[in-house]
């Protein structure tokens, strides 16, 4: 009961949120346009007998192209599963906040921060879960054995896992950066605009090789294919060192929201 | 009348911290970015010009005004601040009339500064570290930048009317502009037809089918039909 009333009550207070179930929809379903979008072009640039015209005829590759929306959704989640708290309500209804109803419940404010953590850590695997099966299926089957498939089942598995664990990263940063700043603004717009092409990181990669240990650029292999850069760290260690960001942003946001007024 | 919603609006919009720290955010990234941008060229050897240093610049920047465009309007949802302003202006069509030419007044000016900013700074950036400067193009396109920005805002507003929730409507921009439309570009011609793609011929001539002036009338019918919808529901429904 002790560890899993928390867990509970917060996994339910998430999945009541209309914002949560949003980014679990762009996740699902724009993962899912895209895929069909992709798979369809290769299908058709091979029927055709133009396959040089697409990048290559791998059904798992044409799903894969869609993993950057699950960093999108994830970063969602981490945040409204915070702001969320902090948002006022009507002036109407008193004008008050739920982190106070919330830390009246949960006293122990390290506990509570491990429970959400750990439901998101749980909702963005379902969500992976559900996501990469159901693109892998609608590409296989679109493309069949038309295209060549260059990634084998074993590959395939590693990829799906690493990009996964890149979705879990990046949602427990937004997370500690929103709990942090107490505003849904900062954590999406650093975050997702940094993990597109619009990537300061990546910028910064031209200037000093130090931003390749930055969290975006470092766990970035864990995507092997999506947006290769030369040099870096392999996927194990930067694997490691985007880890290592999340733990110390999370301990720094535990010591910050235990220390001061709600 | 008129001018008074409009002194209205933007009144508020310069008493909201956060408008103030997003202008100042974005017109520093524009000059960040075209700084590191010309010390990456002249370290790669890459000729480059300024013009072409500060278009590049310009997906950066337009992170900041996306969000200067969703402020306005989103804002009043955080909270109940939306019906005092109905109170306050009963006339739902003149309120929308006011915020807008407010936002356009906001978005317009990060545009125009954050492009000022970032030319000077690619400039003196492309001085010191001696960039192999190229014969320049046209300095038009840098009008053609800030008027791709202020499209790329008045969506974000057009956006956050329609969405009536600030977080929601802020991500739902970022996903179109920096996720969505780069993705379906590697994927299909068709992308050309994304309001961000389509205005980008405003000052970028990469696409073989859309002109600056076409690009321009498709952003433009995506901010009508946007548009259209956030007015019919700030005006038809209950805020």
Redesign the interface.
């Known amino acids: 009961m002790r560890v899993a009333g928390p867990l509970v009550a917060e996994l339910r207070k998430t999945l009541t949120l209309p914002?949560a179930w949003?980014?679990i929809a762009?996740v699902v379903l724009?993962s899912i346009a895209?895929t069909v979008?992709?798979a369809v072009?290769t299908r058709s640039a091979i029927d055709a007998g133009t396959p040089e015209r697409v990048a290559n005829t791998s059904a798992f590759e044409a799903a894969f192209?869609?993993m950057?929306?699950g960093t999108?959704g994830a970063?969602?989640l981490g945040?409204?599963m915070i702001?969320s708290e902090y948002?006022?309500n009507?002036?109407?209804a008193g004008?008050g906040r739920q982190i106070t109803a919330t830390l009246t419940a949960m006293p122990r404010r390290v506990s509570l921060l491990a429970a959400k953590a750990t439901v998101l850590v749980v909702l963005v695997i379902a969500v992976a879960a559900i996501t990469l099966p159901i693109t892998a299926g609608i590409a296989t089957a679109v493309i069949g054995g038309a295209g060549t498939e260059t990634v084998t089942p074993a590959q395939a598995l590693m990829r799906g896992l690493g990009g996964a664990l890149y979705w879990t990263l990046t949602g427990l940063i937004a997370t500690a950066v929103t709990l942090l700043t107490r505003s849904?603004?900062i954590a999406?717009?650093v975050l997702?605009?940094n993990?597109?092409?619009?990537s300061?990181s990546l910028?910064?990669t031209?200037?000093t090789p130090l931003a390749h240990w930055l969290p975006d650029l470092a766990g970035r292999r864990l995507f092997t294919g999506v947006d290769t850069v030369d040099g870096g760290l392999a996927a194990g260690p930067g694997a490691l060192v985007m880890a290592g960001w999340t733990v110390l942003l999370l301990a720094v946001a535990a010591v910050v929201f235990r220390r001061r007024d709600a | 009348m008129g001018t008074r919603v409009l002194a209205a609006e933007l009144d508020k919009l310069r008493t909201l911290p956060?408008i103030g720290f997003t202008m100042v955010g974005t017109v520093l990234t524009g000059v960040v970015?075209a700084a590191?941008?010309a010390?990456?060229a002249a370290?790669?050897g890459t000729p480059s010009t300024v013009v072409e240093l500060v278009l590049a610049a310009v997906?950066?920047v337009?992170?900041g005004i996306i969000?200067l465009g969703v402020l306005p309007a989103g804002h009043e949802y955080?909270?109940?601040q939306i019906a005092t302003t109905l109170v306050a202006v009963p006339d739902r069509a003149r309120a929308l009339a006011g915020k807008t030419m407010a936002t356009v007044a906001v978005v317009g000016a990060g545009a125009a500064l954050s492009i000022g900013a970032a030319h000077a700074s690619a400039a003196i950036a492309a001085g010191v570290t001696e960039v192999t400067l190229t014969a320049d193009r046209a300095p038009w396109r840098l009008a053609g930048a800030i008027a791709y920005l202020a499209v790329i805002g008045l969506l974000a507003h057009a956006v956050a009317v329609a969405v009536r929730?600030?977080?929601?409507a802020?991500?739902a921009m970022?996903?179109l502009m920096?996720?969505?439309s780069?993705?379906?570009a590697?994927?299909?011609e068709h992308a050309r037809w994304l309001p961000d793609r389509a205005a980008s011929q405003l000052y970028a001539d990469t696409d073989a089918l859309l002109t600056g002036a076409s690009g321009a009338l498709v952003a433009v019918a995506w901010l009508a039909a946007i548009g259209t919808l956030a007015a019919f529901r700030f005006i038809r429904l209950d805020p």
């Open positions: 914002a949003a980014g762009v724009g895209i979008l992709n072009t192209a869609a950057p929306l999108v970063v969602v945040v409204v702001s948002a006022a009507s002036t109407d004008g849904g603004l999406p717009i997702i605009a993990s597109s092409v619009v300061v910028l910064l031209n200037l | 956060v970015i590191a941008l010390a990456s370290a790669q997906p950066f337009q992170v969000l955080d909270g109940r929730h600030l977080v929601p802020l991500v970022l996903g920096v996720i969505i780069p993705v379906a590697g994927l299909t």
